[in-house]
């Protein structure tokens, strides 16, 4: 099995994951060369500093590719883009995972503006299943919600 993590900062999912299932492969990519040279030692030599909207990595690369908590962090076309490479380096259709940050109610948009300082990208639920659509991206899916 392979898997690789975008947006992960210092590889600490990638630790837990790989003392967890003996012989997977993982890879991770981080935006922040910070994170990259300062990641568990045991990870520093699967990670590397590179965008999500363009991954160094061939067609079909991986098994399982995740981004938790980062594709919001783009621009919306940005973020368009970093789920179709998303798709792209994923073995199968539906072979991914990601969290963005969504609301359901007028009240959780207010909060989620108040709260969040980093996503470019805030919709709600209903907003992000037609994006996900629209962008092609046919993995799997769930929600930060304040």
């Known amino acids: 099995s392979s898997l690789l993590d975008v ?5 600490f999912m990638l630790h837990d994951l790989a003392q967890l299932i003996p012989g997977i492969t993982v890879k991770g990519v ?10 568990i030692e045991d990870m520093k030599p699967h990670v590397q500093v590179a965008d999500a909207r363009k991954l160094p990595f061939a067609d ?14 783009l621009e919306r076309a940005d973020c368009a883009q970093a789920l179709r490479e998303i798709e792209r380096v994923s073995c199968r259709a539906g072979g991914a995972f990601v969290t963005v ?9 207010t909060r989620m503006f108040a709260w969040n300082l980093t996503a470019k990208t805030i919709m ?14 046919t993995g799997d899916y769930y929600w930060v919600i304040p």
Not at 124 to 137: L, N, R
């Open 30 to 39: 981080d935006v922040s060369a910070y994170a990259i040279e300062n990641a």
């Open 124 to 137: 709600s639920m209903d907003e992000w299943v037609a994006f996900f659509h629209e962008a092609g991206y």
């Open 60 to 73: 079909k690369s991986f098994d399982v590719v995740i981004a938790v908590n980062t594709v919001h962090n």
């Open 101 to 109: 940050d969504a609301y359901r109610t007028e009240e959780e948009k």
């Open 7 to 11: 947006g992960c900062a210092k590889g």
